[in-house]
């Protein structure tokens, strides 16, 4: 997979030396953990590139530049969480400005925009933006901002990025995208005319369930210039030993997005074949209705499956009887998780657009053999 860059490095190869040359004095192959919270000057007011740790550290900038390599952006900025960074880029938009936003998104940023920036005066409109009308009839004159997932959290829908975005662009909108589930390993939104793109680390980036962490990737000029003075000035920045965990992450994250995709496809097609199962969504699958834009904009499908059970009870009794799935939030390591995203990640939904039905079980795939994971479905269903 060629990236963005134009020089010549793939993916998985960019993947462990962008930003991470030895260093210097000793020749350590991998980026020290500068573990301070501030910096000695050259003289007053003088410091050699940052004054206190808020505002930089070099193991973050290597994760930043890292980063925002394989995106295909001009920057990245990292954060000590995922809602952090969503957080500090509607902090850029005014009271008073609209935010169209996909009718299925992850719990945590409705709650953000709903219960924080809804009464700081954002406001904002849900819509399924697989719907051309339905998205054209929800923009204003004064939306600023749509917001994409895609695939999405939980139902894994898939959004035509490229023909959103242009209808965004003609509102005089910026576009947003969520590319947690599908890494740049598998999608490059900016490629697809995004004007930004945001991350919880958390996941896939870090890999192994042991960081939090968020991102945002843009080229956008304001963005780029507004972005640091709010990292600086707001706070929520990530410690060092987080961003040596995702820069480790990122080494491996091509070969265990195949790991994660070729599992999740195993797993899938189990599931549409059980007769217990009343309804599989995972965009690999040919009846997916947004099979054939996932496979134009992605390089395969991902992780993610998601499926339905004919009542609630057969869901929670089915996630509580996995072994090798662990019952918990979360999703993207390297351990295979299954959750019932109603009363768990997707709670803050409830009675809202967003909300999720309540037979709806949701996986994330890791790197186990699927054959193993199979069968602990097939003992769970059974």
């Not at 803050?348 to 053999?369: C, D, F, N, W, Y």
Request: hydrophobic fraction near 40%; glycine fraction near 10%.
């Amino acid at each position: 997979m060629e990236t963005p860059s134009g020089d010549g490095m793939r993916f998985e190869t960019k993947a462990i030396h962008a930003g991470q040359d030895p260093e210097a004095l000793y020749g350590a192959v991998n980026v020290p953990i500068y573990q301070t919270s501030t910096y000695a000057q050259e003289d007053v007011g003088r410091p050699k590139v940052w004054d206190y740790a808020r505002g930089g550290n070099p193991t973050r900038e290597a994760l930043q530049v890292a980063l925002a390599a394989l995106e295909g952006g001009e920057r990245c900025f990292a954060f000590g969480s995922g809602l952090g960074a969503e957080s500090t880029l509607l902090l850029t938009f005014r009271p008073g400005d609209h935010v169209v936003l996909a009718n299925d998104v992850y719990g945590g940023t409705y709650r953000l925009l709903s219960k924080v920036m809804g009464p700081w005066g954002l406001s904002f409109t849900t819509v399924d933006l697989t719907d051309e009308a339905a998205l054209r009839a929800a923009l204003t004159p004064v939306t600023r901002l749509l917001w994409i997932e895609t695939p999405s959290n939980p139902l894994l829908k898939i959004v035509d990025i490229a023909g959103v975005a242009a209808i965004a662009h003609e509102a005089g909108a910026r576009v947003v995208v969520d590319n947690t589930f599908a890494t740049p390993a598998l999608q490059r939104p900016l490629e697809l005319g995004a004007d930004a793109v945001v991350h919880s680390v958390t996941k896939y980036v870090g890999g192994h369930s042991d960081l939090i962490g968020g991102a945002i990737v843009t080229s956008d000029p304001e963005w780029i210039e507004r972005v640091p003075y709010l990292v600086n000035a707001v706070g929520a920045v990530p410690g060092p030993m987080d961003c040596y965990l995702a820069l480790r992450g990122l080494k491996t994250l091509a070969v265990r997005m195949r790991a994660h995709c070729e599992g999740a496809r195993a797993v899938a097609g189990f599931l549409s074949a059980h007769p217990r199962v009343t309804k599989v969504h995972y965009p690999g699958l040919p009846d997916h209705p947004g099979h054939d834009v996932a496979a134009r904009q992605m390089s395969d499908f991902g992780g993610m499956v998601s499926f339905q059970l004919p009542t609630p009870e057969d869901a929670l009794e089915v996630a509580r009887s996995t072994r090798v799935f662990f019952l918990a939030e979360s999703l993207g390591g390297v351990e295979s998780l299954i959750e019932v995203p109603g009363p768990m990640t997707h709670a803050s939904v409830a009675g809202s657009p967003l909300e999720v039905p309540a037979t709806l079980i949701r996986l994330s795939v890791g790197i186990e053999h699927p054959d193993d994971l199979i069968a602990d479905l097939e003992r769970a269903l059974g």
